[in-house]
Every structure is written in C-alpha cells, then in structure tokens.
Nanobody
C-alpha cells in the first residue's frame, strides 16, 4: 500500500516563498507520475503541476514561472518550490501518485498554504 505525506505548508506574506514536500512510502512502481493539486475554499480541486519518473514537467498557466516541481526518486519524495506567492495561491495543496496513462491514483492528506496580502 502506498502512502503519501505532504509537509511544508504555512502562512506567508505575498511575494514570499514556500517549499512543499510529498514523501511516498510503500511499493512505488516504475513509470509513474507525481502531481500537485490544490483546493481553495469553495472551489473545486485544480491541477497545479506534474512530474514524471523520467523528469518531464508540466505546469498550470497560473503558476508557470513561479512554481518549480522536482523529485528525488531515491528518496521517493516530490517537491514544489513556490516563489512570488499571491493571495490567490491560498489553498490546501495535495500530492498525487499514479501510473503513466492512469487517471486514478494515491492521494496525500493535504497541507495548508495561506498567503496574506
């Protein structure tokens, strides 16, 4: 059974930075995809960024140029470096692990990010 645990959230002023981590445990299969999603109060969960086990990345337009996704396969950990944070980035951030080509996968419990203006 795979478990994902996010950490690194907190309260930061607009323009500041945070680094989120997502640590995976259990049997991690090859050819996988790790992703960050976020959900703001009263809104649907939205996709933020993706990184494959081969290192390919993709970002939502709203975070492109400000956020950087990375992973350490040896540590089974994914990261999200968030710079130039805006109040609209305030949300619970979730990580997800799935197989390439799959839609369902494993989710973490989420970590709260709050950006004050």
């Amino acid at each position: 059974q795979v478990q994902l645990v996010e950490s690194g959230g907190g309260l930061v002023q607009a323009g500041g930075s945070l680094r989120l981590s997502c640590a995976a445990s259990g049997s991690i299969f090859g050819g996988n995809v790790m992703e960050w999603y976020r959900q703001a109060p009263g809104k649907q969960r939205e996709w933020v960024a993706t990184i494959t086990s081969f290192g390919s990345t993709n970002y939502a337009d709203s975070v492109k140029g400000r956020f950087t996704i990375s992973r350490d396969n040896g540590k089974k950990t994914m990261y999200l470096q968030m710079n130039s944070l805006k109040p609209e980035d305030t949300a619970v951030y979730y990580c997800k692990l799935r197989s390439i080509g799959a839609t369902s996968g494993y989710w973490g419990q989420g970590t709260q990010v709050t950006v004050s203006s």
